[in-house]
């Protein structure tokens, strides 16, 4: 059971995969696939810390410029973690949210999400996704939205992110020892703690997602006062 002042929210920026893949002299989507275990560790060790939500950066819009295999190796990998996950999200309560403009994937694909967030939507925890998700371009988004409503304000804009039906944020992470957002997440972040780890994507597991809990546990948030 997770500590009273852990994270309600927390959200990973997953990186690392290729260098734990050249590392080894293996290929990138070696790398990847070890990747998508870590997912799986990290979702399950979720539940064991009792987050509110977990949210994982799986495939920016600017991953598209890739080489056109990854690309495909990383759909690939999304169809099959989707299929052998799905049965246990459904068992452990967890409901599936997608942010992120994710209709712009195969038509097979964007059926495959479609029915995993028919099918956990009465998921009580919730794992958030983000594909083909770039802040700026979710923020730019939101305030059109807005400005068609109304007047334009941080509330207005608010209520059409993608995330507008998580709990706030509260911790964000990236993992491979990298100190940046990488368009991830900009506005929610705006009064996260953030913890950069050394540790590469697919070395990632319960230990280091608890050590960020407790580090951010003992931090003050004071969200701009004294």
Same mark, same amino acid.
């Given at each position: 059971m997770?500590a009273?002042?852990?994270?309600?929210?927390v959200?990973i920026? *997953?990186?690392?995969?290729?260098?734990w893949? !050249?590392k080894?002299a293996m290929p990138?989507?070696?790398?990847? !696939?070890q990747?998508g275990e870590?997912?799986?560790?990290?979702v399950e060790?979720a539940?064991?810390?009792?987050?509110?939500?977990l949210?994982?950066?799986?495939?920016?819009?600017e991953n598209?410029k890739?080489?056109?295999?990854?690309i495909s190796?990383?759909m690939?990998? *999304?169809r099959r973690?989707?299929?052998k996950?799905? %049965?246990?999200?459904?068992?452990?309560?967890?409901r599936? !949210?997608?942010?992120?403009?994710? !209709?712009a994937?195969?038509?097979?694909?964007? %059926?495959?999400l479609?029915?995993?967030?028919?099918?956990?939507?009465?998921?009580?925890r919730?794992?958030?996704?983000a594909?083909?998700?770039? =802040?700026?371009q979710?923020?730019a988004?939101?305030a059109r939205l807005?400005?068609?409503?109304?007047?334009?304000t941080?509330?207005?804009?608010d209520?059409?992110?993608y995330?507008?039906?998580?709990?706030p944020l %509260?911790?964000l992470?990236?993992?491979?020892g990298e100190?940046?957002?990488?368009?991830?997440?900009?506005w929610?972040?705006a009064?996260?703690e *953030?913890i950069? *780890?050394?540790?590469?994507?697919?070395?990632?597991g319960?230990?280091?997602?608890?050590?960020?809990?407790?580090?951010? =546990?003992?931090?003050?948030?004071?969200?701009g006062g004294?």
């Amino acid at each position: 059971m997770a500590a009273s002042n852990f994270p309600r929210h927390v959200a990973i920026i *997953m990186d690392g995969n290729g260098r734990w893949a !050249k590392k080894r002299a293996m290929p990138r989507a070696f790398g990847h !696939k070890q990747g998508g275990e870590a997912v799986r560790r990290t979702v399950e060790a979720a539940k064991t810390l009792d987050l509110e939500c977990l949210t994982l950066y799986a495939f920016s819009s600017e991953n598209w410029k890739r080489e056109e295999g990854e690309i495909s190796d990383l759909m690939n990998l *999304m169809r099959r973690f989707i299929e052998k996950e799905l %049965d246990a999200f459904v068992a452990n309560g967890l409901r599936l !949210k997608i942010i992120g403009d994710y !209709k712009a994937f195969a038509p097979d694909i964007v %059926d495959k999400l479609e029915d995993a967030l028919e099918r956990t939507k009465d998921g009580t925890r919730t794992l958030a996704v983000a594909l083909n998700y770039g =802040a700026q371009q979710e923020i730019a988004r939101a305030a059109r939205l807005a400005a068609e409503e109304g007047e334009v304000t941080p509330a207005a804009i608010d209520r059409h992110l993608y995330t507008a039906e998580l709990p706030p944020l %509260d911790l964000l992470i990236r993992t491979s020892g990298e100190v940046r957002l990488s368009n991830f997440l900009l506005w929610q972040s705006a009064y996260a703690e *953030m913890i950069f *780890m050394d540790v590469l994507w697919p070395d990632f597991g319960e230990e280091h997602l608890r050590a960020a809990c407790e580090t951010f =546990a003992k931090r003050e948030r004071r969200f701009g006062g004294r």
